[in-house]
Structure formats: C-alpha cells, structure tokens
C-alpha cells in the first residue's frame, strides 16, 4: 500500500522566512510519482510540480526548490523568501506509474503554512 | 494545457434530497475519471475510479449507492449523492488523466452543503 508522511500540520513563518515543508513516502512500486500541490482557501488545488521516480535531480523554480532523496523516501519543498501569499495548504501526493491507473493520487495529510507580514 | 471544469462550485441542498456534480474533460478525452472528497482540515481521499462504459470502481467504505457516478461519453463523468446527509456536506474534487498519462488535471471543486 502506498503512503504519503506530511509530519508538519501547521507551520507559521515571517514574510521572508525560508520554509521547508517535509514529505515521506512509502510504495512497493519502483516506477512512481511524487507531486506538490497548493489549496489556497479557495480549495482549488494547483499543481507545482512532479517529478518521476527516475529522476533525482534536485528543482528550482523561482522561489520554489525540491529536494527528491530516493535513500531516505524524501521529497521536501523549500519557499525561499516567503510572501504573505505563499500562504495556503500544500499537498505532497504520491501516484503509481502503472498506464492503466492513469494516476490515480495518494495524498498527505497536508501542511498549513501561514506567512504573517 | 489540459482543462477539467467541474460544475457546480458551490451547493446547498436539504437532507434527503439528491445533488448531482458534473466532471468535464474540456479538450481532451478521459476514459477514466478520480473523485475525491475533503473533510475541512483534511486531506483529500479517493472515493472512486469512474470508468467510461462500465461501473465505477469504489474504495473501500465508500456507499456505492449513495454515491453514484456515471461515465456516459469521454469527456463527462457525474457524482450524484443521493439522499444527502449533512454528513455528507463536504469538498468534491474530480481528476482526468489523459490517456496514458501520468499528470491529473484537478477540477476547481465543489463544496456542498447538506441543511
């Protein structure tokens, strides 16, 4: 069975702060992916990023890094220079790789980050 | 890129009574459609697997008849819950792969609420 670790419920930083949301993952899969979306209160969920099994190269994307550690099942996500509107949930969501699951999600519990001004 | 509108938004529906949420693929086929659902402050579950053409397939302690979805054609899958409970007032979201696909399009959710 597959599993998604968001240990971070609530996390509370200054505008600027860096913040590093944490992400393990369990699957017996060899072939999977990880994603990063953000739920502003909105509720809808925007896609950040994913990234495959295979591919262990570090992300950056502006202010947004990852850092993809197969050793430890690791997939953290870093906001470099918060801003008040990094605030919202973030979900870390793992997917089997196999074409007739057509990716279907399992999420984490979700982190809440609040960046006060 | 690839789009999936979900309708509606919003809803507010008496106990008792049904609500239908469509899931629209806008301009590429899903012959297989996620519906999720998200308690506030929780994460988001998978409910079902709607499969276009044949039964859905449902996760395990989700009511099949009181949640019934419909995959008519390639781009419309609905989610009925029938005989609504307050308990049931939650947040609805919809995915599409496209076929072969690995990446979900997310729908924009609909919150209902069961009075």
């Known amino acids: 069975a597959q599993k998604v670790t968001q240990a971070q419920t609530e996390i509370s930083v200054v505008e600027k702060e860096d913040v590093t949301l944490d992400c393990v993952y369990e699957?017996?899969?060899?072939?999977?992916?990880l994603f990063w979306y953000k739920q502003p209160p909105s509720g809808e969920l925007v896609f950040l990023i994913r990234?495959?099994?295979?591919?262990?190269q570090n992300e950056i994307s502006g202010r947004y890094s990852w850092n993809f550690q197969k050793s430890t099942s690791s997939f953290n996500f870093t906001i470099t220079a918060s801003q008040v509107v990094d605030s919202a949930v973030y979900f870390c969501?793992?997917?089997?790789?196999?074409?007739?699951?057509?990716?279907?999600?399992?999420f984490g519990e979700g982190t809440q980050l609040t960046v006060n001004p | 890129g690839a789009v999936v509108s979900q309708h509606p938004s919003r809803v507010i529906c008496k106990s008792g009574t049904s609500v239908k949420i469509e899931c629209r693929s806008l301009?590429?086929?899903?012959?297989?459609m996620f519906w999720y659902r998200q308690f506030p402050k929780q994460s988001l579950m998978l409910m079902a697997t709607?499969?276009?053409?044949?039964?859905?397939?449902?996760e395990q302690g989700v009511e099949k008849d009181k949640f019934l979805i419909n995959h008519a054609s390639l781009t419309l899958s609905t989610l009925t819950v029938t005989s609504a409970h307050p308990e049931d007032s939650s947040f609805y979201i919809c995915?599409?792969?496209?076929?072969?696909?690995?990446?979900?399009?997310f729908g924009q959710g609909t919150r209902l609420t069961v009075v």
């Open positions: 995915s599409a792969p496209l076929t072969g696909g690995t990446e979900a399009f």
């Open positions: 699957t017996r899969d060899t072939t999977y992916y």
């Open positions: 990234r495959n099994s295979f591919d262990e």
């Open positions: 969501a793992l997917s089997e790789a196999l074409e007739t699951s057509g990716s279907r999600l399992t």
């Open positions: 301009d590429f086929q899903a012959t297989t």
């Open positions: 709607s499969n276009e053409g044949s039964k859905a397939t449902y």
